[in-house]
């Protein structure tokens, strides 16, 4: 409730506080269609401009389409897994920072996903603030590593 | 051993019977085999031996009789007829025979056809004795030259006649020549074979010809059966082994004489015979015998030894199996555990998510107009609250599931206790069991298997709390370590452990739980697992005071256990 107050006072934060114009774009890939779209209502109030993509391919045609900011990845999905995904991903963009969200978390994935060039890694279920935290500063950070 | 033991009677059994069978069997076949051949080859040796020396001595003694009957055939050729009528030249012959022959020649006489004694020379007074119907006398005519057999005659004493037929005109003289019969017995008489063998001479009649060394009955079939064998005459030496009377077994051996009118026989008693081969047999027996014992003893040694080896190693792979079972069963739970966790971590992370939402949603209304507003918030945020705890929990089964690697690596033992705490505080809870910890902070990680620890301090929590189930209580969990060990000490309010039993809980299939409800093996598992890691275990226990394990793991072994690797 504290942090909802504050929110209040302080610039949301899907606009860049560098160019007050500039909205951040996200790519949402999860095959959990309600966990997903329940996360880009909330992205959305708070300025961001996101696309959903409930398959691995989806995002990939949507990546094709246009260019993200941030892309937010689950590991787990049905056909086309997240690692497979992600390292598409890096080959059509290299610099676009991936954080990857999953159900499935334990250390080994994270370590895999880290090797594979993922820029951070969240467990399900995560405090939004700490997604909202971590898509900051992979947009500032760019696809600077952090390990 | 205990378990079976019928199956390791039985296999002890055979294995005995396979060592006997294998190792005494050719024994006694070779033995079999060699003592009959070698009996056959002493027997043929022994026979052929009697054979030699009765040839020899027939030789001799046919050679004797050929002498003494030459001597007389001379004696006859070389006078006249006339001149050995005259007793005085015959009694000079006789003289000269003596000298030359001491002690052959008893006396010399000359026979007509008629049978009348018309010369005689010698100790009696035989002149004009007729001889026409005694046996020699007729034979002696029929044949050119005659040795009779011995007989008694008219003197009374043992004797033989060698007496040569000449001519003198138309008609027909005979010469005669009494043998002494003690000169012909000395020949026969001190032949001696072994201790009981003799040499004596038969005629036709089976009547002695010469006295046998000891008293012998007169076989009466003694001739007949050594000069035939099943009617077909032999060659001129036979041998014969049998039952000669009540007194036992004798070998007789038998050579024909004076073309076939005697038969010099050798007996000897087959006891003395086979002496020689008899000890050979025993000896053989005795080996064989001494031989089949120590067969017996090393086959029953050997198996006694290679069962209760057998035994302890199936017990070893009993208890194996027992523990990869139970291992398997922590893995599977982690497994199950782990697939659960992750299925109901994307629900509950909708579930906050929409709370969220609904938390962002409700920003927008005027909490003036909405007159709720802050129950709303305040459910929401206790939704999220509780999503929050099931990941918690979902976080504490997945760590559970990673801890089933039984790879050796760092681990803190800390960390691991609170994780096996938590996940054993809503059992306990129900049982009124509560939890204590003090674990010291500076505990230094140690390499070893996570999933192997947790088997360890998840075993004596939940020993401990089995203990309490009823009476409730408390478990008190430390961690201390010094240069050497990192040590836990895990101690329980409960009923403590009998003194009877302390020595025996770390056994395996010991337990004093119901049937069913322990397999005996939690301890000995972890004893076994300590027991590796080079550490130990203490317990300590006072009835109705409760119990305490002390659990020591090496700190070093540990860091060097990492060189030689993994597993």
Sequence with gaps: MTANRKMKKERPPGQDPRWPYRTIRLLLVDDEATFIDTLANRLKKRRFKVSRAYSGQEGIQLLKKAEYDVVVLDLKMEILDGIDVLKIFQKMAPDLPVIILTARGSEKTAEESLSCGAFDYLSKPCEFEDLLTKIMSAYHTGKEPTD | ?????????????????????????????????????????????????????????????????????????????????????????????????????????????????????????????????????????????????????????????????????????????????????????????????????????????????????????????????????????????????????????????????????????????????????????????????????????????????????????????????????????????????????????????????????????????????????????????EIKNQARRCKDITYKLLGFSRKTDSRPQPVHINTLLEDIIALSTDRARYSGVVFHKTLRDDIPELNVSPAEMQQVFLNMVNNAVDAMEKTGGRIDIATTSDEEYVSVEISDSGPGIPKSDLGRIFEPFYTTKPVGKGTGLGLSICYGIINKLGGQIDVESEVDKGTTFRIHIPIRGQTSAEGPGVN
């Excluded at chain 2, 050798?266 to 067969?295: E, M, N, R, S």
């Excluded at chain 2, 782990?338 to 109901?344: K, N, R, S, W």
């Design chain 2, 1 to 381: 051993m205990l378990s079976k033991p019928k199956y390791y009677v039985s296999l002890r059994r055979k294995m005995v019977t396979a060592i006997l069978l294998v190792a005494c069997a050719p024994l006694f076949l070779l033995s079999g085999v060699i003592l009959r051949q070698f009996n056959h080859a002493f027997r043929e040796k022994m026979h052929a031996h009697l054979v030699e020396l009765i040839q020899k001595h027939r030789q001799n003694i046919d050679g004797f009789l050929n002498e003494q009957l030459n001597i007389i055939r001379y004696v006859a050729s070389s006078y006249t007829f006339d001149q050995l009528r005259d007793e005085a030249f015959l009694q000079q012959q006789l003289s000269r025979l003596q000298q030359q022959f001491t002690g052959v020649f008893e006396d010399l006489g000359v026979v007509e056809e008629s049978g009348l004694q018309i010369a005689y020379a010698g100790p009696l007074k035989l002149l004009k004795a007729d001889y026409s119907q005694a046996d020699w006398f007729q034979k002696a005519v029929a044949r050119q030259t005659y040795i009779s057999d011995v007989f008694l005659g008219l003197r009374g004493r043992p004797h033989f006649i060698v007496a040569v037929r000449q001519a003198h005109g138309d008609r027909h003289w005979i010469l005669r020549a009494t043998i002494d019969f003690r000169a012909f017995n000395t020949l026969v008489e001190n032949l001696r074979i072994g201790r009981t063998g003799m040499v004596f001479i038969v005629n036709q009649e089976n009547a002695f010809q010469t006295r046998p060394a000891i008293n012998i009955p007169v076989q009466r079939t003694l001739y007949a059966r050594l000069t035939a064998d099943g009617g077909v005459p032999r060659p001129d030496t036979g041998i014969i082994e049998e039952v000669s009377d009540s007194s036992g077994k004798y070998i007789f051996a038998g050579a024909t004489l004076k073309n076939g009118d005697w038969l010099l026989v050798c007996q000897q008693d087959a006891a003395d015979a086979y002496q020689d081969l008899h000890f050979a047999v025993k000896t053989t027996i005795l080996i064989l015998l001494l031989g089949c014992f120590a067969i017996i003893t090393t086959a029953w040694l050997i198996s006694r030894r290679f069962v209760f080896r057998i035994a302890e190693a199936d017990h070893e792979v009993d208890l194996m199996n027992r523990q990869v079972v139970e291992t398997g069963k922590l893995a599977a739970i982690g497994e199950l555990a782990a697939g659960i966790a992750h299925e109901i971590n994307n629900p509950v992370a909708i579930m906050m998510e929409k709370a969220g939402w609904m938390q962002d949603l409700l920003e927008e209304e005027n909490p003036k107009t909405m007159r709720n507003i802050e129950e709303f918030n305040l459910s929401l945020e």
